[in-house]
């Protein structure tokens, strides 16, 4: 009698043989960048972090969440993820100068942008975002704000100028260095200062100047640990205006190892409009929700659409010129 292996059962091994095989390389990985003596950009650190993400976007199917993580894979996971959040910073940090030199001599940015490394990985995360919030959005919104900009803040520079060149951004960051880098970043480029503002602020205590915006982008790295990051989509669920549009980077498989993971399930007090998984270049995956409500504060249109009595109530808001602010902590 000759005994047949049934075929799920073969891919369910094989499965488990891949996420074995990831989950050794993560290890060893983890091991080695933790034992860098900085994370500053080097040609080691540039080698490693490159290796990470390398093994991470593959597809893993049966790595739906973080429930279908090994015990042994959650254990580094959080402290991986510190890592490359602070690698990230430190790149960008590193970028942004060496672009303010050649925005000085020239005058302009964004001809100077592709000599950041991870250039074309932006311009299509950036497409992702503005392609499906596009989709369920009537009318351009005026005015929206991105949370977690960093010291380089690529991806309002790139949906700025590539997908709603008409509107004006206002960037936040808990690191007043990365605020402070940015500002004079994009200060030397006039098509940008011009629809730019700056503010140094925890994404979990804006307060009432949420109301304002149309569309709010939340990077992957505000709020690593899932309390932390649960604290802030309960202060924007409270302050964004009803129809105000969110958009939230997460992340999904291997590539939970790099960046915080957001259930849809999570976003309470929003309606979940699409969920976009990559499984190509493009690290994170894409969340678009709309703030639960229709009507705006102004009695006018849906904010999503773009809502200007709102817009109007901007706190001292100035469209003419670069502001770098800082945000009292109980604001």
């Known amino acids: 009698m000759v005994c047949q292996v049934h075929p799920t059962a073969t891919k369910v091994d094989e499965e488990d043989s891949r996420i074995s095989k990831l989950v050794s390389t993560i290890t060893g990985l983890h091991e080695a960048i933790s034992k860098l003596p900085s994370l500053h950009p080097s040609p080691e650190v540039n080698t490693l972090f490159t290796s990470l993400v390398t093994a991470c976007i593959p597809s893993f199917p049966s790595l739906s ?3 279908s993580l090994p015990s042994s894979a959650l254990s580094i996971r959080n402290h991986l993820i510190s890592l490359c959040s602070t690698a990230e910073s430190l790149l960008e940090l590193h970028h942004s100068s060496n672009l303010l030199s050649l925005s000085l001599s020239s005058s302009s940015l964004l001809p100077h942008l592709p000599l950041f490394p991870y250039f074309s990985n932006y311009i299509s995360l950036s497409h992702l975002e503005a392609s499906l919030l596009l989709s369920h959005l009537t009318l351009h919104p005026s005015l929206l704000a991105f949370l977690g900009s960093g ?4 991806s309002s520079i790139l949906l700025a100028s590539r997908h709603f060149p008409s509107a004006s951004f206002h960037n936040y960051d808990i690191d007043d260095t990365a605020t402070v880098s940015a500002a004079a970043l994009v200060s030397n480029d006039p098509s940008l200062s011009a629809r730019m503002e700056f503010f140094t602020a925890d994404a979990a205590a804006i307060g009432p100047r949420l109301r304002n915006y149309g569309v709010v982008f939340l990077a992957a790295l505000v709020g690593v640990g899932k ?9 924007l669920a409270k302050y964004m205006a009803p129809g105000a549009m969110l958009v939230v980077r997460s992340a999904h498989g291997a590539r939970m190892f790099l960046y915080p993971v957001v259930e849809p399930g999570e976003l309470h007090g929003f309606e979940v409009l699409s969920v976009y998984h990559p499984d190509d270049e493009v690290i994170n995956s894409v969340i678009v929700a709309r703030k639960i409500g229709v009507e705006c504060a102004g009695g006018g249109a849906p904010v999503a659409a773009g809502c200007k009595s709102c817009e109007a109530k901007m706190m001292n808001h100035t469209h003419g010129g670069m502001v770098v602010e800082e945000l009292p902590s109980g604001a």
């Open 227 to 235: 309390e932390q990051k649960a604290a802030v989509v309960e202060h």
């Open 151 to 154: 010291p380089l803040p690529l």
């Open 65 to 67: 969440g973080l429930s």
